[in-house]
């Protein structure tokens, strides 16, 4: 599966305009709560938990047009807890994104 990541890159742009400084510490703050909202998935062992952790990176990924993180995250929601395809799926579209930074 491909994943354009452009989207995060043009919401941030859209957001702050030029500031490579500002743009780099949003990227920074996604990133570490996207991860840490996975892993709350990974350690969810109830549905209950599961679907917020879900929804939570859910919408994340929306206030910061992460697009694929959104559509990913969606399908974790309709998931059953602990399932380890979405979450190989999660860790590979967050490594995606880290390997972006210029």
């Known amino acids: 599966?491909?994943?354009?990541?452009?989207?995060?890159?043009?919401?941030?742009?859209?957001?702050?305009?030029?500031?490579?400084?500002l743009i780099s510490e949003l990227r920074t703050?996604?990133?570490?709560?996207?991860?840490?909202q996975i892993d709350l998935l990974g350690r969810a062992r109830c549905d209950a938990n599961w679907e917020y952790a879900a929804w939570?990176?859910?919408g994340l990924a929306a206030s910061f047009g992460a697009i694929n993180v959104l559509q990913l995250a969606d399908e974790a929601a309709h998931s059953a807890p602990g399932d380890p395809v979405i979450l190989r799926k999660l860790e590979r579209a967050i490594t995606a994104i880290e390997s972006r930074r210029d």
Do not use: P
């Not at 491909?2 to 400084?21: E, H, K």
């Not at 703050?29 to 840490?36: G, H, V, Y």
């Open 56 to 58: 939570r990176l859910k």
């Open 1 to 21: 599966m491909s994943f354009d990541y452009g989207a995060l890159d043009a919401a941030l742009a859209a957001a702050v305009g030029d500031d490579q400084s």
């Open 29 to 36: 703050a996604f990133l570490e709560s996207a991860k840490r």
